[in-house]
């Protein structure tokens, strides 16, 4: 298996496309996905080198026309105060679940990061208990107010 790391300068000579990427997204992130459109939003957020913007993307397959996992990581700017990186989205396809794909994809995010790494996960997600043995904990509560007005 191939873990192909993919940062602003890599993206021009790499095997999967953007569009690859955010498919794939769609398709297996299942109940815990968002839109394409704003997959690919991410996506473009990872991959720019604009100030106050960037992170990478990660894949994982056998070959490239057969994508096993993603993960993309955005950097937040916020050293010091909140951790310098957040995986936004990282899915698995159904078919590679329980084979150590995730694993993979996240040891080799977390050899290839500066600083540390955020993420959200639902109570009732399976990956949460990937992430308790990768050393991940449950520091804060988090707490949302949506803007209705």
Sequence with gaps: ???ELLN???WQHAKVTKDDVADFLFEH?????DKREDIMKCIEYALSEQDGKGGFITVAYENPDNILGAVIINDTGMAGYIPENILVYIAVHGDARGKGVGKGLMNAVMDRVSGDIALHVEPDNPARYLYEKLGFTNKYLEMRWKNDR
Excluded at 29 to 33: I, S, T
Aim: proline share 9%; glycine share 10%; hydrophobic share 20%.
């Design 8 to 10: 602003p300068s890599d």
């Design 29 to 33: 992130l299942d109940q815990y996905g």
């Design 1 to 3: 298996m191939t873990y």
